[in-house]
């Protein structure tokens, strides 16, 4: 079989690929504030209170994503998100508002379900920093389960959401060094975003079917 330049280059790019790594998106999320949160107002996707002094303290979601993805058979949920916020006021405002950028990794305890990802127990690997954007705060995020195991969920399971099964949620315990509430509550919906292997691909493939309309 004779290959052309073109077709030999592709399949160089794919083994390319193949062999960047293993980790592979199974799922990938925007993330959005739930609409029923215990504090509110205003709207959030995350609380910690006493974090930045007395107080209860929320985040209101910028702009966030949550990846699942599959490593050589062990799963990962990635959430990286940015979030305005702070603690709240009398009036619902915030009285130390500020920006924050949030990478957090559940890299353990993660099962499968018929709608989803749940995380259970209690985890070292589950963590991330949250950073002040601009600024010199740094606030390190562990993971706690409940009384019944559960850390985190990701499902969709309409969460505290009336007579809605189907919307994604995303809610779970977070453990930094102070008291009250901390936890994840949000919303998600699914993200058409390719991943960039897969962008690669499309391109070449885009390439290829130029050049074979031009014969």
Same mark, same amino acid.
């Given at each position: ?7 030999? =280059? ?51 979601? !910028?702009?966030?994503?949550?990846? !699942? ?27 130390? +508002? =500020? ?8 890299? &353990? ?15 070292? +690997? ?6 002040? !954007? ?12 409940? +009384? ?6 990701? &499902? ?21 060094? =102070?008291? +009250?509430? &901390? ?21 070449? =493939? ?10």
């Amino acid at each position: 079989m004779i290959r052309t330049p073109l077709v030999v =280059a592709a399949a160089m790019a794919v083994s390319a690929l193949a062999s960047v790594g293993h980790a592979e998106v199974i799922k990938t999320l925007t993330m959005d504030n739930h609409p029923d949160g215990n504090a509110a107002p205003p709207f959030y996707g995350l609380r910690l209170d006493n974090i930045l002094g007395s107080g209860t303290a929320t985040f209101d979601i !910028v702009d966030g994503t949550l990846t !699942v993805e599959d490593n050589g058979g062990d799963l990962s949920i990635n959430i990286v998100t940015r979030v305005f916020g702070g603690t709240l006021d009398s009036s619902g405002g915030y009285i130390d +508002g =500020a920006f924050y950028d949030i990478e957090y990794a559940y890299t &353990q305890g993660i099962e499968a379900t018929d709608k989803g990802w749940k995380v259970t127990g209690m985890h070292d +690997g589950n963590s991330g920093l949250m950073s002040e !954007v601009g600024g010199d705060t740094v606030i390190e995020l562990g993971s706690k389960p409940n +009384g019944s195991g559960l850390a985190f969920s990701i &499902q969709a399971n309409g969460h505290r959401l009336d007579n809605d099964t189907t919307t994604w949620v995303g809610y779970g315990w977070l453990l930094p060094v =102070a008291g +009250g509430a &901390q936890d994840w509550l949000f919303t998600a919906t699914d993200s058409n975003i390719p991943t960039p292997g897969s962008t690669a691909l499309l391109a070449t =493939a885009g390439i290829i079917a130029a050049r074979r309309r031009r014969k």
